[in-house]
């Protein structure tokens, strides 16, 4: 069957909201970036408790560069930038 874009929209939204909820269930976060990427567009998502903050859309093929200085950005950022929870500890023997 035919999907219309919204169908597939609503679909890959839906998709998104389970990855980051696992993500989040199993990692002390306490936020997530994901992309959200189509074939010509893409959108930059940053996942939390209370939500998602969903960027403007870009075409990352004629606008390649958005995407490049993102992903560079992002492997740049230090674990606590990423959103890694880093006021968790390893118990000790006693604990």
Same mark, same amino acid.
């Given at each position: 069957?035919?999907?219309?874009?919204?169908?597939?929209?609503?679909?890959?939204?839906? &998709?998104?909201?389970?990855?980051? +909820?696992?993500?989040?269930?199993?990692? %002390?976060?306490? !936020?997530?970036? @994901?992309? !959200?990427?189509?074939?010509?567009?893409?959108?930059?998502?940053?996942?939390?408790?209370?939500?998602?903050?969903?960027? $403007?859309? !870009?075409?990352?093929? +004629?606008?390649?560069?958005?995407?490049?200085? !993102?992903?560079?950005?992002?492997?740049?950022? +230090? %674990?606590?930038?990423?959103? $890694?929870?880093? @006021?968790? +500890?390893?118990? @000790? &023997?006693?604990?």
């Amino acid at each position: 069957p035919n999907q219309t874009d919204l169908e597939r929209a609503q679909a890959g939204l839906g &998709q998104q909201v389970s990855y980051a +909820t696992e993500v989040c269930a199993r990692q %002390h976060r306490n !936020f997530l970036f @994901s992309i !959200f990427i189509t074939p010509t567009i893409a959108r930059f998502l940053r996942w939390d408790r209370s939500g998602v903050v969903v960027s $403007a859309s !870009f075409n990352y093929r +004629t606008e390649p560069s958005i995407l490049c200085d !993102f992903l560079w950005r992002l492997g740049n950022m +230090t %674990h606590e930038q990423r959103g $890694a929870d880093i @006021s968790v +500890t390893k118990a @000790s &023997q006693d604990e």
